[in-house]
């Protein structure tokens, strides 16, 4: 198979396509041949040393893919070679094949073409499983995600939207911004410029958001309290700001709101099968009908890895990137 393989820890540089031994599906497991993967920030942690695979997992760099089963490990039910899929992984999808557990393999949604679908596995699972499976988002809520011209950004203002919340988000660039405003975002803010509590408590008469999806940890931490509602809950799910900063336990007690970290690569397969299996249930409808649309900037193919890691790291791109086999 041709896969992505790094001389060491590095800059987009380090990335090098080889070719190495096909995979064997296992009990339970299902091969799949890759039509298409996209990149991930935590793509570019890995190849950088810095976010190594759950232990058991595929070392090669790549956390989604879509493609066509090409064969089914012992105990398999409900696919079949040639089906035509996409799926969440823990590894492995910088690959021309990759085995996957079965639980993680989801059909590819009506309307979305079979690359089109390697945009949606990672997103989907992370808003999905964070904003409504854990933080409960409801009708008529207020929610907040930092970062929303990115994959997960331009995914969570869509599905939060159709289910009718208010949604605001921070975005650097104003193309991002128009982006996010006309995928249903009613504010959003340049964080840049403008101190996205005050936007946010000015638009709701004081309130605050209900919900907040958070990647930046530590640098957004203490405003992220200070933007949340009576009974907030603010999920961070990524650490570009840092790991480490004070929490004022009195506001936090006061707003009787909770602070919950989520990880998605590092769950059990069971955990993992269950959320992909919600998603099916309930996000796929809304993009077969076009409710919510795949938001992808670049499709390059998988020679052009660095420079795809580049496009990442530049914060460039409008949605995901994607690499095709």
Not at 65 to 89: E, H, I, K
Not at 92 to 117: F, H, I, K, N
Not at 175 to 190: N, P, T
Request: aromatic content about 4%; glycine content about 12%; some cysteine.
């Amino acid at each position: 198979m041709r896969t992505v393989t790094t001389t060491g820890p590095g800059g987009p540089e380090v990335l090098t396509v080889v070719e190495l031994p096909d995979p064997e599906p296992g009990p339970g497991e299902v091969l799949l041949e890759v039509a298409a993967t996209a990149v991930n920030r935590a793509d570019l942690l890995q190849r950088q040393g810095f976010y190594p695979p759950p232990p058991g997992a595929s070392d090669v760099i790549g956390l989604e893919c879509s493609g066509t089963v090409a064969a089914l490990g012992p105990g398999v039910v409900g696919w079949s070679v040639g089906d035509q899929v996409c799926a969440l992984l823990a590894g492995g999808g910088y690959a021309s094949r990759v085995v996957v557990p079965a639980g993680q393999v989801m059909p590819v949604p009506g309307g979305v073409d079979l690359v089109t679908a390697a945009a949606l596995p990672e997103v989907a699972c992370t808003v999905w499983s964070n904003v409504f499976m854990v933080a409960a988002l409801r009708p008529g809520e207020v929610f907040l995600v930092h970062g929303g011209g990115g994959g997960i950004g331009t995914f969570a203002i869509q599905l939060a939207a159709r289910s009718g919340a208010r949604v605001f988000t921070t975005a650097g660039t104003a193309e991002k911004r128009e982006r996010c405003v006309a995928l249903g975002a009613e504010a959003a803010i340049d964080y840049r410029e403008d101190d996205f509590v005050a936007v946010v408590k000015e638009a709701t008469d004081g309130r605050g958001a209900d919900v907040v999806l958070d990647n930046m940890a530590a640098k957004y931490l203490a405003r992220n309290v200070d933007v949340l509602a009576t009974e907030g809950r603010l999920v961070i799910i990524g650490m570009q700001g840092g790991t480490k900063a004070e929490l004022n336990i009195g506001k936090l007690l006061s707003k009787r709101a909770a602070v919950i970290g989520s990880t998605l690569r590092s769950r059990p397969a069971e955990d993992k099968g269950r959320i992909c299996g919600s998603v099916v249930e309930n996000v796929w409808p809304l993009v077969a009908d076009g409710s919510i649309e795949p938001v992808v900037s670049h499709v390059l193919p998988l020679d052009r890895v660095a420079e795809a890691h580049r496009l990442v790291e530049s914060s460039s791109n409008v949605g995901k990137v994607l690499l095709t086999l």
